[in-house]
């Protein structure tokens, strides 16, 4: 059976999407057959972690959609609601179909989202107002956010929407006429906000209040009561967004930061504002704004982020030894080499066999095969103890040293340390010619890496001193003196 991740993206329906991440890491367990408890716990905890936050992506009263390859692959329940159609007719879409030709600004909205979603790949996060058209033909304006996430490699796009129709009428509403508080009040379901900013005074709407847990006279009408329950870790990132805004540098105000529960506790607010009155000069003197509580939306994003790095970090462990995989191995051995080609520095490669490995297993059994492996791994790893160094097992009983920046005589005393300590295990083997305990044999090479050569070069050099090692008469480590 041959399943890779971009195969089961295809095919899975991602209304499972969290949970599609725990099966394919439970597929990987299975299909190498390795008895790793500490593996099974790590994986056993985020199955429960991704469910729970399966069920907040279900169920949030926003509407979510995961969009890769320029098409919607996955939806929630909100989002079938906004768009007053089935997930059937929403999976496969182009965000393109669901828009019409312009938006409000004039430009086209092909145009406009190509930039949206330039910004949410190179920034992590793009927020911006969106029209778009439900399946019945209607028009409605969201907010959307949209959260760049690489899954397996692959990048995809994690969208929340928030209709906002009602509260943008409201805001015209309040721009036209001098009853801005009767109707934000009456006409939105966020916390709004009105800022003098010539003298400090600020009202906030009961709802603002009630997100934070506040009691109508908890709150005094200036910003500084604002200012003072901002996150201190985002405090300057705010400031500096909003005199950004009303420098005129920026053309919209909108920030996520955390502010401070009457509780103590800290919630994710969303808040967006527009200056209604400037002097002559352009000064700002009045904005108003809402507040939105995103904190179920960043759950889920951060719970997303969580998975996807944990999934990463397994997929390029290998599960028995708990150091770098085949696959891994090749991915840093090509970057490095590409790299030294570039530097002109030296680039080594220790190569690795254990010593009649196949006698082992037949004569001990495969648990302690298994075991003796671990071992290994473990003694490898502690003999590349720089930080750019890679031990990897690169398969079956064959284990690998990437040792950037290394020269030769560098890379042979590596060897020969990985050689003497393995003897030191005093595994017991008693099928082997060549000792009586575990033994490898261990071919080094040094290469001044070329332009027009490859990392297939280096590892084909290695592979003939370890077979060297090996017919000289195994437990022993083989090098070029004179590797130029």
Not at 117 to 140: K, L, M, P
Request: charged share 25%.
């Amino acid at each position: 059976m041959n399943i890779t991740i971009h195969t089961l993206v295809a095919v899975l329906s991602l209304s499972n999407f969290l949970l599609a991440i725990v099966f394919i890491v439970q597929y990987r367990a299975n299909k190498t057959h390795w008895n790793s408890d500490k593996r099974t716990t790590e994986e056993d905890a985020l199955q429960k972690s991704d469910a729970k936050y399966h069920v907040l992506f279900r169920d949030s009263p926003d509407a979510y959609l995961i969009i890769m390859d320029g098409a919607f692959v996955d939806c929630n329940r909100a989002a079938e609601s906004l768009l007053r159609g089935e997930r059937a007719q929403i999976i496969g879409q182009s965000p393109e179909i669901l828009s019409p030709d312009f938006q409000p600004d004039g430009r086209k909205s092909s145009d406009s989202a190509k930039d949206k979603i330039t910004v949410a790949i190179q920034t992590g996060n793009c927020i911006y107002e969106w029209v778009h058209r439900r399946f019945d033909g209607s028009d409605f304006i969201v907010e959307v956010s949209i959260s760049s996430i690489m899954l397996e490699g692959k990048l995809a796009l994690f969208t929340t929407w928030r209709d906002i129709t009602e509260r943008i009428q409201v805001q015209k509403a309040l721009m036209e006429n001098g009853y801005r508080w009767k109707f934000a009040i009456e006409g939105s379901g966020d916390g709004v906000w009105d800022w003098n900013i010539q003298t400090g005074e600020s009202k906030y709407s009961m709802r603002w209040k009630e997100m934070l847990g506040y009691a109508e006279s908890d709150i005094f009408p200036v910003n500084n009561e604002w200012i003072d329950m901002v996150h201190p870790d985002d405090r300057s990132y705010v400031k500096t967004a909003m005199q950004a805004y009303l420098d005129k540098m920026t053309p919209i105000y909108v920030v996520e930061y955390r502010m401070k529960c009457k509780d103590g506790n800290y919630k994710w607010i969303l808040s967006r504002g527009m200056v209604v009155n400037r002097s002559s000069d352009g000064t700002a003197l009045r904005m108003i704004g809402t507040q939105t509580d995103i904190s179920d939306r960043r759950l889920v994003e951060e719970a997303l982020e969580e998975s996807n790095r944990k999934l990463e970090a397994l997929s390029a462990t290998d599960g028995l030894t708990g150091i770098a995989n085949r696959r891994r191995f090749d991915e840093i051995l090509a970057k490095e080499y590409a790299r030294h080609a570039r530097s002109g520095a030296e680039l080594s490669l220790v190569l690795l066999d254990i010593d009649h490995f196949k006698s082992f297993n037949d004569n001990y059994g495969h648990v302690k095969g298994d075991e003796c492996l671990r071992d290994i791994g473990r003694v490898i790893a502690g003999c590349t103890s720089r930080a750019a160094d890679l031990a990897a097992r690169y398969g079956g009983e064959e284990f690998a040293c990437i040792l950037p920046e290394t020269d030769h005589n560098g890379a042979v005393v590596i060897a020969e340390k990985i050689c003497s300590s393995i003897q030191a295990l005093a595994i017991p083997h008693k099928g082997s010619s060549s000792a009586d305990c575990i033994t490898a044999s261990i071919g080094v090479v040094t290469k001044q890496c070329t332009i027009a050569g490859s990392a297939v070069d280096i590892v084909a050099h290695a592979d003939e001193l370890l077979y060297q090692a090996k017919s000289g008469g195994r437990n022993r480590v083989e090098y070029v003196i004179n590797p130029y």
